[in-house]
T-cell receptor, first 116, second 111 residues
Framework: DTGVSQDPRHKITKRGQNVTFRCDPI?????LYWYRQTLGQGPEFLTY????????KSRLLSDRFSAERPKGSFSTLEIQRTEQGDSAMYLC??????????????FGPGTRLTVT | AQTVTQSQPEMSVQEAETVTLSCTYD???????LFWYKQPPSRQMILVIR??????QNATENRFSVNFQKAAKSFSLKISDSQLGDTAMYFC????????FGTGTSLTVIP
């Protein structure tokens, strides 16, 4: 297993367009998290899944944001009608709730979104 | 609500010296985990060290160790024998379910 992967690594889009990002977690991890990170700040929680169930969403996650993890493996994050304020790095992380490394989050490289 | 505070936005240390990064948190939970993550410039976030709240013994990982004071809700990171590769943003994080990150400390190791 090569760790958490995210695709694409970079996305440039025009304001008003929809974008979708994909995250592939570490295969044995049952939890998957999405974060947004802007320059000089810590990751800001957006949402997380345990298996296919979305357990929590941040109040910061507007109706334009939606995430899915249909089979409990990979996840997608969609942003509709993008705004310039959506420009950020979108990070995905996965973890397990059991075992010696439980709750340790392993991060992907992120998807950098630029909205012009 | 859980919060994580890192009060040192920037720090620097001479190579081979020791530096301590501060972190405090606020929670009403009794069972939780604390972490320090490192994010080198333009690179991926990686786990440095973890601490379970129920463990009194402070965690150590090679040159990295923590000072966990549960009553004071303090969780500082000590880096010994600092190396140039330690230059990065360091984030303190708390979880009992959802993860909360601090705003980070930018550490520069000076040759």
């Amino acid at each position: 297993d090569t760790g958490v992967s995210q695709d694409p690594r970079h996305k440039i889009t025009k304001r008003g367009q929809n974008v979708t990002f994909r995250c592939d977690p570490i295969s044995e991890h049952n939890r998957l998290y999405w974060y947004r990170q802007t320059l000089g700040q810590g990751p800001e929680f957006l949402t997380y899944f345990q298996n296919e169930a979305q357990l929590e969403k941040s109040r910061l996650l507007s109706d334009r944001f939606s995430a899915e993890r249909p089979k409990g493996s990979f996840s997608t994050l969609e942003i509709q009608r993008t705004e310039q304020g959506d420009s950020a790095m979108y990070l995905c992380a996965s973890s397990s709730t059991s075992g010696q490394a439980s709750y340790e989050q392993y991060f992907g490289p992120g998807t950098r979104l630029t909205v012009t | 609500a859980q919060t994580v505070t890192q009060s040192q936005p920037e720090m620097s240390v001479q190579e081979a010296e020791t530096v301590t990064l501060s972190c405090t948190y606020d929670t009403s939970e009794n069972n939780y985990y604390l972490f320090w993550y490192k994010q080198p410039p333009s690179r991926q976030m990686i786990l440095v060290i973890r601490q379970e709240a129920y463990k009194q013994q402070n965690a150590t990982e090679n040159r990295f160790s923590v000072n966990f004071q549960k009553a004071a809700k303090s969780f500082s990171l000590k880096i010994s024998d600092s190396q140039l590769g330690d230059t990065a943003m360091y984030f303190c994080a708390f979880t009992s379910n959802q993860f909360y990150f601090g705003t980070g400390t930018s550490l520069t190791v000076i040759p």
